[in-house]
């Protein structure tokens, strides 16, 4: 089962414009992921954040974490066309033998 | 190998039949995952390998489905007498060299008619 919802579902936005995509998770974490998928096929990892850490960069992607929360947001900035995609978070909780939860997910549409 | 390969790349198979689905981690990691996508239930785990062990199937939907992994590298997940509600992405990852980050492969996707 899924641990947690993604906002919005969907998200259209102009190319040279920001992204920010939610998550919500429901237990305790180690660790919080985000990958990015194109065409219902692998997953490509983007960035791994730490329980103890609240905010992440990586290139144009920071995302944040609120553990009191249970929350993450991950923003893309001066988007792309080739990052229109969906976008997952998934979560490594605490004492789930390392397996990943997965949130519903964000499908991105970049309008050039 | 450079990344997570998956194989085939697509199966069709008829209502019944059995099917196995093979992958290949990245050379070294000791631990590997099975996890299935399909539109109604979104992405799933299934099993986890470390090593040749499994300590963790709670995943699996019945036992129908069953997976092994030899010599600490390729894993087989096998569906005995297939159903219409298995057609799915299955996609595997695997993790290692101490990283808590899981890497996948490009998927199976596997249409039972």
């Known amino acids: 089962s899924q641990q947690g919802e993604e906002d919005p579902q969907a998200l259209s936005i102009q190319e040279g414009e920001n992204a920010t995509m939610n998550c919500s998770y429901k237990?305790?974490?180690?660790?919080l992921q985000w990958y990015r998928q194109n065409s219902g096929r692998g997953l490509v990892h983007l960035i791994l954040?730490?329980?103890?850490?609240r905010e992440k960069h990586s290139g144009r992607l920071r995302v944040t974490l609120d553990t009191s929360k249970k929350s993450s947001s991950l923003l893309i900035t001066a988007s792309r066309a080739a990052d229109t995609a969906s976008y997952f978070c998934?979560?490594?909780?605490?004492?789930?033998?390392?397996?990943?939860?997965f949130g519903t997910g964000t499908r991105l549409t970049i309008i050039p | 190998g450079a990344g997570v390969s998956q194989s085939p790349s697509n199966k069709v198979t008829e209502k019944g039949k059995d099917v196995e689905l093979r992958c290949d981690p990245i050379?070294?990691?000791?631990?590997l995952y099975w996890y299935r996508q399909s539109l109604g239930q979104g992405l799933e785990f299934l099993i986890y390998?470390?090593?040749?062990?499994?300590?963790?199937k709670s995943g699996l939907p019945s036992d129908r489905f069953s997976a092994e992994r030899t010599g600490g590298s390729v894993s087989t997940l096998t569906i005995q007498r297939t159903q219409q509600e298995d057609s799915a992405v299955y996609l595997c990852?695997?993790?290692?060299?101490?990283?808590?980050?899981?890497?996948f492969g490009p998927g199976t996707r596997l249409t039972v008619l």
């Open positions: 990852a695997s993790k290692g060299g101490g990283a808590d980050t899981q890497y």
């Open positions: 237990t305790s974490i180690n660790n």
């Open positions: 954040i730490r329980s103890n850490e």
């Open positions: 998934a979560t490594d909780a605490i004492g789930g033998n390392e397996k990943l939860t």
């Open positions: 050379s070294g990691h000791t631990a």
């Open positions: 390998f470390q090593g040749n062990s499994a300590p963790d």
